[in-house]
Nanobody
Framework: QVQLVESGGGLVQPGGSLRLSCAASGRAESSNSMGWFRQAPGKEREFVAAHQWRSTGIHYADSVKGRFTISRDSAKKTMTLQMTSLKPEDTAVYYC????????????????WGQGTQVTVSS
């Protein structure tokens, strides 16, 4: 079992920045990959970014490339998502997730999920 806790969400104006954090606990040694997803009301869960726990492999969604940066601390089992140049379409609940297998862009591949943190981009 792995427990995940997101933090750092909030309200920000367009063009602003937010930094999200995800902390893992429990049987995290079985995890291999961690990712960020987001879901707006009435819409399907969308891939944002992911990395492998013990490698340099990183994937970004095309919609966030150049604006979002994912980073990690494997020893501490933490991951951060630095978001800049935020747009209203970035508004969503952001989730971190852990996969027991390799890096994936698909939400159904992930085994454990946090409760999410709300990001609202509005003027």
């Amino acid at each position: 079992q792995v427990q995940l806790v997101e933090s750092g969400g909030g309200l920000v104006q367009p063009g602003g920045s937010l930094r999200l954090s995800c902390a893992a606990s429990g049987r995290a040694e079985s995890s291999n990959s961690m990712g960020w997803f987001r879901q707006a009301p009435g819409k399907e869960r969308e891939f944002v970014a992911a990395h492998q726990w013990r490698s340099t492999g990183i994937h970004y969604a095309d919609s966030v490339k150049g604006r979002f940066t994912i980073s990690r601390d494997s020893a501490k089992k933490t991951m951060t998502l630095q978001m800049t140049s935020l747009k209203p379409e970035d508004t969503a609940v952001y989730y971190c997730a852990v996969r027991l297998g390799g890096i994936s862009r698909y939400h159904y591949d992930y085994n454990y999920w946090g409760q999410g943190t709300q990001v609202t981009v509005s003027s």
